[in-house]
């Protein structure tokens, strides 16, 4: 409400899925777009006020609807990288096992979210979080360089690994940042 009264943005970034994303931007009443699955995309509605930017961003790379929210993509679909994960594992020679492995039950467990909320975030489109039976930083070294040889990349978080196939939270926020200098000045 704070921000709201200043006519303040308040723009989530988070590595959360826009399942898992949408209904709280919803919820709170946010008119601002948002940066979900580790910037891998761009979501907003149409009718936001810097719609019009984010629109002609150039270059485009996809732009399609999911959710309500139109989607700007920054990066490899989903499918591409479940398969990428895959000939990753085999070439390093250990199982690394994605959430497109798991089922909702597995990934709660994982996790520690409730059922609901991991179905949510096995919702994905541009990042493939998994688990390695034991991280070594030879093995993350040998990973990260099988990621490369494929245009992608792994990021760390906290429990799990994240291939994506794009440039990072970074990217999606200075899209944004350019949106809003577009629209509001410096």
């Given amino acids: 409400e704070a921000l709201r009264k200043r ?3 308040l723009v989530m970034v988070t590595s959360k899925t826009l399942s898992e994303v949408g209904w709280l931007h919803e919820e709170l ?3 601002d777009p948002f940066v979900f699955e580790n910037g891998g995309g761009i979501a907003f509605r149409k009718e936001m006020p810097l719609s019009e930017y984010l629109l002609s961003w150039e270059p485009k790379n996809d ?3 999911r959710e309500g929210f139109t989607v700007l993509a920054l990066g490899a679909r989903y499918d591409a990288l479940v398969k990428s994960l895959g000939e990753i594992s085999s070439e390093v ?3 690394l096992l994605g959430f497109s492995a798991m089922s909702d039950e597995e990934v709660a467990k994982a996790t520690g979210l409730p059922a609901e909320e991991a179905a949510k975030a096995r919702r994905r489109l541009f990042d493939e979080p998994f688990v390695m039976p034991e991280a070594t930083t030879s093995l993350e070294a040998r990973i990260q360089a099988a990621a490369t040889r494929r245009g992608l990349a792994v990021v760390k978080g906290g429990r ?4 994506i196939g794009h440039a990072g939270k970074e990217k999606a926020v200075s899209i944004l940042i350019e949106a809003f200098r577009k629209g509001h000045g410096e």
């Fill in 7 to 9: 006519e303040a943005a």
């Fill in 29 to 31: 009443g946010f008119d």
């Fill in 63 to 65: 732009e399609f609807q």
């Fill in 93 to 95: 020679g250990t199982p």
């Fill in 160 to 163: 799990f690994g994240h291939l």
